[in-house]
């Protein structure tokens, strides 16, 4: 069972240029989240998506987008990309919230590590 | 705004003893916390899941414990290996869908 996939690993893009990240949920997860995380930091929540509509976003600007597809892997597209975006964006995925016997685990791929020049 | 702190300083610990790392939240009261591990380059893996009526939880080495008065979360390790190495971090909940993640704590097991 493979568990969340992401891609690119590694890419390096120039300063106004724009960038397109994938991610293909764990098998079984319908629920798809997007997280920044810059170097020494934690996470920082970008959004969320479920049933192809973004439930939740996080404080980013409009230049960050993101879209989910019927088979619920799911895109984030950066536009006019700024230095300070430079930072690993993590996928997560999960099938249903914190309910009684549920730990809301998420399941994170391994990133994609972006350095913008 | 809410927030959940970590000890941003590395803790450095020897070989079987037991690691205890500290997170602190303020400005809200999460109904539970998590906590993650992540090694370098790689994304965060769960451990364990407590519940603010919960006082503790237990998974083989590990032990969590949630004091809603002190609005603190304790992790150990006990008898820690030099594998236990990586940096921890908490997570609360923020609404119904998003999560606060801490700085995360990086932890040295030493041989």
């Known amino acids: 069972d493979a568990g969340v996939t992401q891609s690119p690993t590694h890419l390096i893009k120039t300063r106004g240029q724009q960038v397109t990240l994938r991610c293909s949920p764990k098998s079984g997860h319908d629920t798809v989240s997007w997280y920044q995380q810059a170097l020494g930091q934690g996470p920082q929540f970008i959004f969320q998506y479920y049933e192809e509509e973004e439930r939740q976003r996080g404080n980013f600007p409009d230049r960050f987008s993101g879209h989910q597809f019927p088979n619920y892997s799911s895109e984030l597209n950066v536009n006019a990309l700024l230095l300070g975006d430079s930072a690993l964006y993590l996928c997560?995925?999960?099938?249903?919230?914190?309910?009684?016997?549920?730990?809301?685990?998420?399941?994170f791929g391994e990133g994609s590590r972006l350095t913008v020049l | 705004s809410q927030k959940i702190e970590q000890n941003s300083e590395a803790l450095n610990i020897q070989e079987g003893k037991t690691a205890t790392l500290t997170c602190n939240y303020t400005?809200?009261?999460?109904?539970?916390l998590q906590w993650y591990r992540q090694d370098p380059g790689r994304g965060p893996v769960f451990l364990l899941l407590?519940?603010?009526?919960?006082k503790e939880k237990r998974k083989e080495r590990l032990k969590v414990t949630f004091d809603t008065t002190l609005k603190q979360s304790l992790f150990h390790i006990t008898a820690s290996q030099p594998a236990d190495s990586a940096t921890y971090l908490c997570v609360g909940p923020s609404g119904t869908y998003k999560y606060i993640f801490g700085t995360g704590t990086r932890l040295k097991v030493l041989a």
């Open positions: 407590i519940r603010e009526n919960e």
């Open positions: 400005n809200y009261s999460p109904a539970y």
């Open positions: 997560a995925s999960s099938s249903a919230g914190v309910l009684a016997g549920n730990t809301g685990e998420l399941f």
